[in-house]
């Protein structure tokens, strides 16, 4: 399973907010099939299949133009471990475990 971190920035918009941007790319991955989500206050994290993943990246990517944005700039960081299942979950258990 890969695990991404998606950040994506519409550039050129009306005003300097963004959460409406952020809301509609949100309802965007809701359509997805195949991942899982998680907002945070800097990004999304997906995770699912390689496959998976990468068709909802480029949606988010999309989403910004679809509502009036002239530019977008999307970072994305993918952890894709095939050795054992792996999660966002999981990778953070693994820290507090360590931590006790």
Same mark, same amino acid.
């Given at each position: 399973m890969a695990i991404a971190e998606v950040t994506? /920035? $519409? /550039?050129?918009?009306? =005003? =300097? +907010? @963004? +959460?409406s941007y952020v809301a509609q790319m949100q309802q965007v991955l809701a359509e997805q099939k195949g991942i899982s989500y998680e907002l945070t206050s800097m990004s999304t994290i997906i995770e699912g =299949? @390689? $496959?998976?993943?990468?068709?909802?990246i480029a949606a988010l990517h999309e989403a910004p133009f679809l509502a009036g944005a002239q530019r977008v700039s999307t970072s994305v960081k993918i952890d894709d471990r095939r050795d054992k299942a +792996? +999660?966002?979950?999981?990778k953070l258990q693994s820290v507090r475990d360590k931590l006790k």
């Open positions: 994506v /920035i $519409p /550039i050129g918009t009306a =005003t =300097t +907010s @963004l +959460s =299949t @390689l $496959p998976d993943v990468w068709q909802a +792996s +999660s966002s979950a999981q």
